[in-house]
């Protein structure tokens, strides 16, 4: 990689902080392991040869993910137990800042990151090690060791002066949607699809807002009602919205925290404790 990048063995040396001599062997060495040239070497420097060119993704590939893996080693061992980095999504806006809260208070020698981010993005992050555990929508594959903090449901937010006697289905076709963004909640929006293709219900969206607390304005302010999850807490307006609930299997889901591999590190199974009991106390 630093061959391709740099154009010249010299110049790949310097980068590297290793003499142009032991770079060329390893070159060659590499070379002979699979039994082809990488790189023409000339005046101008050193190309890739068409193996080298279709070999170069994979060696970036194979980069990345040893990066990862030594990433995800140094977490794993006592140098790394002085940090967790955690993410959350919608459903655990609540309980994630209480949890972490906590274990600082019990464990202030342990540095905490706490990010806002989809359960796909979380996961993908545990897989690359760049996440130590992710508050996630549940299920999840099996790869993923899981903690269950319980259940997330729908409710249908509408203006404070709506007549909420006609049921979801009417307060929808009467009043239109605000939904939220793709982007922002890709398994919230999900979730919200499904639950409106079991009950056949085809709304009309009349806008979308990249984030909850722009979608409760805009109930509050009587464009229109919201499908929204039950533990996200509401801070805009909230005297000027009503709820209705929904009791319906497609919406609900599961609620937890997961990380990769089985048996937790000490810092990660200390902050789990703390979390379970968050849980237990009433969420």
């Not at 990862?68 to 800042?97: C, M, N, V």
């Not at 259940?151 to 009467?174: C, F, K, Q, S, Y």
Request: hydrophobic share 50%.
């Amino acid at each position: 990689m630093a061959v391709a990048e740099h154009g010249t063995f010299g110049a790949a040396a310097q980068a590297l902080a290793v003499t142009q001599p032991a770079l060329t062997k390893q070159i060659q060495a590499l070379e002979a392991r699979i039994g082809g040239a990488l790189f023409r070497r000339g005046r101008l420097g050193a190309r890739l040869t068409p193996l080298g060119r279709t070999l170069l993704p994979d060696a970036r590939d194979a980069v990345e993910r040893l990066d990862a893996f030594e990433l995800r080693a140094k977490r794993l061992t006592a140098g790394g137990a002085g940090r967790l980095a955690l993410g959350f999504g919608l459903s655990t806006i609540d309980i994630a800042p209480r949890a972490v809260a906590e274990f600082r208070r019990r464990h202030p020698d342990v540095g905490v990151t706490l990010d806002d981010m989809a359960t796909a993005v979380q996961l993908e992050r545990l897989r690359r090690g760049q996440l130590d555990a992710g508050f996630v929508r549940l299920p999840v594959d099996p790869e993923f060791s899981v903690l269950e903090l319980g259940t997330d449901h729908l409710m249908l937010a509408v203006p404070g002066n709506a007549d909420t006697e006609p049921g979801v289905r009417e307060l929808i076709r009467r009043h239109g949607m605000v939904a939220l963004a793709q982007t922002k909640g890709p398994g919230f929006v999900d979730q919200v699809q499904r639950y409106l293709a079991a009950e056949g219900i085809k709304p009309r969206v009349l806008q979308r807002a990249n984030d909850l607390q722009t979608v409760m304005a805009l109930v509050a302010a009587g464009v229109g009602v919201a499908l929204v999850s039950a533990r996200a807490p509401v801070v805009v307006a909230a005297e000027r919205i009503r709820w209705v609930p929904i009791e319906h299997e497609a919406a609900s889901w599961g609620v937890g925290v997961a990380w990769s591999g089985g048996e937790a590190a000490p810092a990660l199974a200390a902050f789990l404790e703390v979390t379970r009991e968050v849980a237990a106390e009433g969420w």
